[in-house]
């Protein structure tokens, strides 16, 4: 398939499921994962319609973003090192990896010396496993709290990574846990905005993830591909 099929393939797919659940399928906005294929790859992919890119490493995607500045939207998906800070923040459009009080902190001091503010994803580790980052639900409410005075920031919502699962149906529970915990939050009117965004779903899965409230999809494989040359 062409990456124009893929695309055409991935919007049919959403239209879909949001007719399932009764959702408008523009409040699903998908991130083309760009990060296992070349810079012209991504630059064919923008191309085509995808203009929202998703990577996860600097040196890995800083080709990619001197090649395509200014023609698509930038985000950061990956666990970001406290002094790698310097590199994403005021080129990518938003961070989906929050997980630490030590990278808010510095994420701040960086977007306040740009004169900016991130809008920031707060990494939830949903199901529990030791190899995802992420803090634990029950950390979330206070760590929020603790982001007040860092004006640098906007937390506009929540992200977690489901397990990989063969029966997409399983990772369920993970993404309403997710839902569920934006909702508590929003509750406790510890933010002067609620939360409003959830980047949770992958390319398989990412139907389920929209049936419980994405509003972010990370899509690589499905809508990219892979190049194994390049990953």
């Not at 310097?86 to 938003?94: C, H, Q, R």
């Not at 991130?118 to 206070?142: I, R, Y």
């Not at 919502?157 to 397990?163: C, E, I, K, N, V």
């Amino acid at each position: 398939m062409t990456l124009e099929q893929r695309l055409k393939d991935v919007e049919r797919r959403i239209a879909e499921t949001c007719a399932r659940c009764g959702r408008e399928p523009g409040s699903v906005n998908v991130v083309a994962v760009t990060k296992y294929v070349s810079a012209e790859t991504a630059k064919r992919a923008v191309e085509a319609g995808m203009r929202h890119i998703g990577e996860n490493r600097w040196p890995a995607a800083e080709e990619k973003w001197r090649l395509l500045e200014g023609q698509a939207v930038f985000h950061y998906i990956g666990s970001l090192q406290s002094r790698k800070v310097k590199d994403v923040v005021g080129k990518f459009d938003y961070i989906h990896s929050l997980d630490r009080l030590s990278l808010a902190e510095e994420i701040h001091k960086r977007a306040e010396a740009l004169g900016i503010r991130v809008p920031c994803f707060l990494q939830v580790n949903v199901s529990g496993e030791d190899s995802k980052h992420g803090l634990a639900p029950g950390a979330v409410s206070a760590f929020v709290a603790s982001l007040g005075k860092l004006s640098g920031i906007r937390l506009i919502g929540l992200m977690t990574m489901a397990p990989i699962e063969d029966n997409a149906e399983k990772t369920r529970p993970v993404f309403a846990g997710l839902r569920k915990l934006m909702d508590e939050i929003n509750g406790m009117s510890l933010l002067d905005e609620p939360l409003t965004e959830l980047s949770m779903g992958m390319s398989g899965d990412f139907e389920v993830a929209i049936e419980e409230g994405a509003t972010w999809v990370r899509l690589g494989s499905v809508l990219v591909g892979h190049e194994e040359n390049d990953g």
